[in-house]
């Protein structure tokens, strides 16, 4: 297949270095064009233009820094003109807003587009677990699956609703940086016990599937709306933040992550649900 890539940052580059390996007819462009030079020698095409880049394949998947300069390469007269029958994969990172916008500026100039979220380093591109969330219309996906999928296995298609991949994208960030922020707390206190903090990372290494699974069971209880017990009883989780918090106090630590859990818990003891499943904190953040 043939398959244009703009943005050759960390990335770009990456992208067009597997596609190129995996057989495909790759032609790039970037901003800077001396960061093709090691591509070209292994065979890619340096288009002189970004339009030209898009006229040279019936793929162009771009991936630069932000949107605005996404939206500055792409929207011009000659690229908006060049667009037209093709399709436009987005992994350039955005949000949601971001995603409506991209859509519909591309639909106004008879392009087709996806949108993508890539969940992984450069390092860690092209291999059979690399996840990338992707969404946009259905064909548009099955046409292109087979060559994203060279750049990373692990495809997780969302849907036709344009901003799922960059909202899943958010919540799952929002996920992993509350739970570092976690563990950067959890760091402290061992550190402030004299309790070996490489130790603390192994464990947590060990048990975060487990923890994943009762989060997916959580994640379940919510969709349902059936909060009760099914697992784990909120005031549990009351009194083990409360816990973290007067520890962390006793100790000197900064009490700001284990106050804003021991705050949230406690609203919603204030407001009933303790003897709710824990998944009924959600309650909270709705009101
Ligand atoms: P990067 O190494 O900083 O490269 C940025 C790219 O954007 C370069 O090609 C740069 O061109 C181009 N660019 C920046 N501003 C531009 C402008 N105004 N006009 C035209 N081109 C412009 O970034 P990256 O790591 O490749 O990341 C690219 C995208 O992938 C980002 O949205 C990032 O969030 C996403 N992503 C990255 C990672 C990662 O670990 N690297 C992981 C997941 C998602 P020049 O070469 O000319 O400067």
Same mark, same amino acid.
Request: aromatic share 8%; charged share 30%.
């Given at each position: 297949m043939r398959v244009s890539v703009i943005g050759l940052g960390a990335m770009g580059a990456t992208l067009a270095r597997i596609f190129q390996q995996r057989g495909h007819a790759v032609t790039v462009w970037n901003? +800077? &064009?001396?960061?093709a030079e090691p591509l070209v020698r292994a065979g890619v095409m340096l288009a002189a233009s970004a339009a030209e880049a898009v006229a040279a394949s019936p793929v162009t998947v771009v991936c630069v820094y932000d949107r605005a300069a996404s939206d500055a390469i792409l929207h011009p007269a000659p690229v908006a003109a060049a667009v037209r029958g093709k399709v436009v994969v987005q992994l350039t990172t955005g949000g949601p807003k971001e995603a409506q916008a991209a859509s519909l500026w591309a639909q106004s100039q008879g392009a087709r587009y996806l949108e993508g979220a890539i969940q992984a380093a450069p390092s860690q591109? @092209?291999?059979? %677990?690399t996840p990338l969330l992707l969404s946009g219309e259905s064909a548009t996906y099955r046409d292109v699956q087979d060559l994203l999928r060279c750049a990373a296995g692990h495809l997780v298609y969302l849907g036709e609703q344009i901003e799922a991949a960059a909202t899943m994208d958010l919540a799952t960030l929002s996920y992993v940086y509350g739970a570092y922020l976690g563990f950067m707390h959890g760091a402290r206190l061992a550190e402030v016990h004299g309790v070996d903090v490489v130790r603390y990372g192994e464990i947590v290494r060990s048990v975060a599937p487990s923890f994943g699974a009762f989060f997916e069971h959580q994640a379940g209880v919510i969709k349902s709306g %059936?909060?009760?017990? +099914?697992? +784990? &009883?909120l005031r549990i989780s009351v009194e083990a933040t409360a816990r973290i918090l007067q520890a962390s106090a006793e100790a000197g630590v900064d009490t700001r992550v284990p106050k804003l859990s021991a705050d949230l818990l406690r609203q919603a003891d204030v407001a @009933?649900?303790? @003897?709710?499943? !824990?998944?009924? !904190?959600i309650k909270v953040f709705r009101s």
């Open positions: 901003r +800077s &064009p001396e960061k591109m @092209g291999q059979a %677990d %059936d909060f009760r017990i +099914s697992e +784990s &009883p @009933g649900y303790a @003897g709710e499943e !824990l998944a009924a !904190l």
